[in-house]
């Protein structure tokens, strides 16, 4: 079993910054995105920011210009650098990483999605 362990959560005031990092808790073959997730109570887990094993990324919207996510590959990391924080980036914030991997000798795929325990970001006014 993938534990993705997240760290950096916390609270700051608006236009602090705050980086979140997230490693798997032992080496997974066949990630291709790893990626960050905001869900605020009551809603649905959204995107914030993702990753590819290639080093392409996509953002939200509301995060473009002042987040910035990097990945490790060989150790299956992402970290997120938060800058310029608001109050509307206040969540519970998820680490993601999916991808697959053949899983025998006549090349069939399996998909695996793991996500973190997620970690606590507030931003006050």
């Known amino acids: 079993q993938v534990q993705l362990v997240e760290s950096g959560g916390g609270s700051v005031q608006t236009g602090g910054s705050l980086r979140l990092s997230c490693a798997a808790s032992r080496r997974v073959f066949g990630v291709s995105d790893m990626g960050w997730y905001r869900q605020d109570p009551g809603k649905e887990r959204e995107l914030v920011a993702v990753?590819?094993?290639?080093?392409?990324?996509n953002y939200a919207d509301s995060v473009k210009g002042r987040f910035t996510i990097s990945r490790d590959n060989a150790k299956n990391s992402v970290n997120l650098q938060m800058n310029s924080l608001t109050p509307q980036d206040t969540g519970v914030y998820y680490c993601n990483a999916k991808g697959k991997v053949v899983v025998n000798v006549e090349g069939a795929v399996s998909e695996f999605d793991y996500w973190g325990q997620g970690t606590q970001v507030t931003v006050s006014s």
């Open positions: 990753i590819t094993s290639g080093g392409s990324t």
